[in-house]
Nanobody, 125 residues
Framework: QVQLVESGGGSVQAGGSLRLSCAAS????????MGWFRRAPGKDREFVAS????????YYDDSVKGRFTISRDNAKNTVYLQMNSLKPEDTAVYYC??????????????????WGQGTQVTVSS
């Protein structure tokens, strides 16, 4: 089982950028489809983006398409989420998640088996 640790969260003004990282250990990272989810105050955890095991396929929620980019470096066992043009509604705790041999079309949390502890992103207007 892979263990996941997120970093890179923080506070930024609207229009700004942040890059989140998620470091994996304890498993064969290249066999895991990876995803990013977020939970805003008072809301359920929601899908943000996913990336295939090789990194060639990506999938985004419409709310972040064109602003966020998911990528991975299998040599470093790390997945990234580059967030540009941030909006106050992007404020949430962001989680990375993984599932061995999963599909990039996995958009519900219950399909992912491994989770990080989350990192807070706050966007002020």
């Amino acid at each position: 089982q892979v263990q996941l640790v997120e970093s890179g969260g923080g506070s930024v003004q609207a229009g700004g950028s942040l890059r989140l990282s998620c470091a994996a250990s304890g498993g064969t990272f290249s066999t895991y489809t990876m995803g990013w989810f977020r939970r805003a105050p008072g809301k359920d955890r929601e899908f943000v983006a996913s990336i295939s095991r090789s990194g060639t396929l990506t999938y985004y929620d419409d709310s972040v398409k064109g602003r966020f980019t998911i990528s991975r470096d299998n040599a470093k066992n790390t997945v990234y989420l580059q967030m540009n043009s941030l909006k106050p509604e992007d404020t949430a705790v962001y989680y990375c998640a993984g599932v061995a041999y999963g599909s990039t079309r996995y958009t519900t949390p219950d399909l992912y088996k491994n989770w990080g502890q989350g990192t807070q992103v706050t966007v002020s207007s």
